[in-house]
Each structure stands twice: as C-alpha cells, then as structure tokens.
C-alpha cells in the first residue's frame, strides 16, 4: 500500500490504470507475473491487489477516489508519508477510525468482515478475495481426500457403477442404462467396458477400471497392457481410471500408435466428481459482486 501512495504523492489527479501500470514498473513485474490469476481466473492477482490497497487506503482517508478511477492523496496521507514509514499495513490503518468502521461496520451473510480481515496477515497482506479462494481452495482439497478415501472403499462392481455414473454426467454413454450395459460386460483382454463417446454412439471408448488402494500405484506394463488390448479390438480411444495413482513412468508412456489413451487418478477422479456434483451435495453459495460502472455512468 506504502508503493501506491507514493506514486500519487504529487497531490495531482492519477488514473487507476496509470497507477497500476506504474506500480508493476515499480515492482519490476513480468508479463507472465501480469497474467497470474486468483485461483477463481477472475482477475489478475496484482490488479485484485491494488484495487484493494486502493480501496484501504480511501477507507484510511489517505487518498480521496471522488471521480471514477481517479486517485489523489489527501492531507493525511502526505503526512504518513512524511513520517517516513516503511510499511502500511491493515494493522497500521486500524488507527483510523473510518478503516476500522469500513471492517468492522457490516456483515456478508454469515461471515463478518472482520473476520475476514483477522486473517490476514501482515506479512503478506491478502486481499478479501484471496482469504475467501484460499477458504475455498482449503474445504476442496479437504473434499477431494474425503471422497477419494470413500471411493477406495467401495467394491469392484460399485466402482464400475460409479465409473458409469459420472462419465454420463459429464456427456458420454447416452443414457445412464445403455452405459451400465456396456461397462463391466467385456472383461476381454484388460478391458472393463465399453462406452459411448456421445449421445448418439458415434464412436466409442474403451476402459479400464482400477479400484486400488492408496500407495498401490500403477505401473507402466499395466498402461501397456491396456494398449496392446485396444489394438486387439482395433479400438482409437481409452481411458484408465484408477483409484489410486500412476507412475511417472506410467504418466509419461505414449502410444506409438495412433491410440489416444486419457488417465485419471485418484485425485482427479475426485475433482471431476466434486465438478459433476457426483457423491457430493451443495451446502452453501457465496455470491461475489462488484459495482456496475456503466449503470451509474449512463443511466441518469
């Protein structure tokens, strides 16, 4: 934040977009740092950073934001620089009774923002949108554990079934009974099933389901084998999935054919159930909006 209101200490009118083009001058940022993005893909990380530092230091009154992106210091903010600080940070604004009503004042829903604001931390000042995405990022990775522990439980042909379940969801096999047919009837040289690869069965895919265990990875010679059984069938296409995990070996073999083999992990099965809403159910919505500039720009 310090950076920020150095680059409007002049006391003259800055637009946001300038300051923020400024600011990653500053910081000697690459395009590749320009293009990292919140977890969400919905904005730039630094652009979320100094839109918030913006925001904080208007809630401070240490920079005045009147005219639509338009940023000039006030009277208190050139002060804090002349006492020649060498970091603002959200603790240091607590002084300010407006930055603490801004905090403290409101609730969204069930979480309050000064909650929110508790949790970050000094050292690396997180913005309300990366405390709510590292939230989010934390209870799935808690999920994808939880379901992939339930899906090591379950037994060869209730795998098979969950297989069948989730490769519909996400669009293949026609419906969910022409896929239950066709999977788990084969059992022809490594192969498990066979299912549509759309609605209209224009062409197929075969796979290969492993239920194992957590530590029993598969093998390179196991990929092999389910190669060599698609060419038997004079098959294109495959899918492995597995419970557990693949070996580097195992992830890095290509067919020298033209098969085009897809394998799917534990943890990614996982994701792709958690994204299908298979096995798992919506417990909560948190709707994140931003104000509408053209609204108020042209519709008085």
Avoid: C
Avoid at 135 to 163: C, H, M, N, P
Avoid at 265 to 275: C, P, S, T, V
Wanted: hydrophobic residues 40%; proline residues 2%.
């Amino acid at each position: 934040m310090l950076p920020l209101l150095r680059v409007i200490s002049d006391e003259k009118e800055h637009r946001f977009r300038d300051v923020v083009e400024k600011l990653a001058s500053f910081f000697q940022l690459s395009e590749l740092d320009r293009k990292e993005l919140l977890p969400s893909g919905t904005a730039p990380v630094f652009d979320n950073r100094v839109g918030w530092a913006k925001t904080y230091l208007k809630k401070a009154g240490l920079l005045e934001n009147n005219k639509r992106s338009i940023l000039v210091i006030t009277k208190n903010g050139k002060q804090i620089l002349e006492s020649r600080i060498e970091k603002i940070t959200t603790s240091f604004l607590t002084q300010f009774s407006t930055f603490n009503q801004f905090r403290d004042g409101y609730s969204i829903g069930p979480i309050h923002v000064a909650k929110l604001s508790a949790a970050q931390s000094d050292s690396s000042d997180y913005t309300p949108e990366e405390i709510l995405e590292k939230g989010y990022q934390d209870i799935r990775r808690a999920l994808i554990s939880d379901v992939t522990a339930q899906t090591q439980l379950l037994s060869s042909s209730a795998f098979e079934k969950l297989v069948v379940k989730l490769l519909v969801k996400m669009g293949y096999g026609g419906s969910e009974a022409d896929a239950g047919q066709a999977l788990g009837r084969s059992g022809d040289e490594g192969i498990d099933g066979i299912i549509k690869e759309d609605k209209l069965g224009l062409d197929v895919i075969y796979i290969q389901a492993k239920r194992w265990a957590e530590g029993n990875v598969v093998g390179r010679p196991e990929i092999q084998k389910f190669v060599g059984a698609l060419a038997g069938q004079g098959a294109k296409k495959g899918i492995f999935i597995t419970t557990s995990s693949f070996s580097k070996e195992a992830s890095d073999y290509t067919p020298r054919n033209e098969t085009k083999i897809v394998l799917i992990d534990g943890k990614k099965l996982a994701n792709l159930m958690i994204d299908n809403n298979l096995g798992v159910s919506l417990e909560r919505i948190y709707e994140v909006k931003k104000i509408d500039s053209d609204f108020f720009e042209g519709s008085f």
